[in-house]
């Protein structure tokens, strides 16, 4: 089964673009194009793509504002958005996963960096550009912040969680735990429960908002 792709950008070449290099992967089908992000919430709603790739500035509404009406805390059953755009400015960024965003890539990160993205956000993890991952973690890591989880956590859910905010895979989890990969699954569906985050993302942003992380 190929995975099914939704691209939404106001620009047409981007689109074509973006088409191009995903329709020439084996396993990858775009099954939708959006010029604005109000086609975009539309045709996601309607397609249930495996991964929405998501431009920022677009007419009608925004792809941050389409982003929340997909993945965001608000909907029961949330499809899997990589936020893609121009601009790198922090705000951005912050806002695109507070929005439910499981991933954020820049356009000139080239066709290898997208191709893993869609992968990743299929897979149910999250990529983000290395370009602002710093950065990212750095404003996320300044603040100390009470946030208990709903039951206690285990020390192996701890592993887990640093190993999530550092960006591993889960295959590389269970290569640096000696665990399966089966296992590193239950750690991280249990450790979502306890810390009610709705992804991946969610629990890397936990683990350095609360100092589990460094």
Do not use: Y
């Not at 100390?144 to 960006?167: M, S």
């Not at 810390?195 to 991946?200: D, F, I, T, Y």
């Amino acid at each position: 089964m190929s995975l099914r792709v939704l691209v939404a950008d106001d620009q047409a070449m981007v689109r074509t673009g973006f088409r191009l290099i995903l329709n020439g992967e084996p396993d990858i089908e775009v099954v939708g194009e959006a010029a604005d992000g109000r086609e975009a919430v539309s045709l996601a709603r309607q397609l249930r793509p495996d991964v929405t790739l998501m431009d920022i500035k677009m007419p009608m509404v925004d792809g941050i504002q389409a982003t929340r009406l997909l993945a965001g805390p608000e909907v029961p059953d949330p499809l899997r958005v990589v936020v893609v755009t121009t601009f790198d400015l922090d705000e951005n960024v912050h806002a695109a996963l507070r929005a439910g965003a499981c991933g954020f890539l820049l356009k000139d990160a080239g066709p290898g960096l997208l191709i893993e993205a869609v992968h990743a956000a299929a897979n149910g993890e999250a990529l983000v550009s290395p370009s602002i991952t710093t950065r990212l973690l750095a404003h996320f890591a300044q603040p100390r912040i009470e946030r208990k989880p709903l039951e206690p956590l285990t020390e192996r859910e701890f592993d887990v969680i640093r190993l999530v905010a550092r960006g591993r895979t889960n295959a590389e989890i269970a290569a640096e735990l000696v665990i399966s990969l089966s296992t590193v699954k239950t750690h991280l569906g249990a450790v979502q429960r306890k810390l009610a985050a709705r992804n991946r993302t969610e629990v890397a942003i936990w683990a350095w908002e609360t100092g589990s992380v460094r």
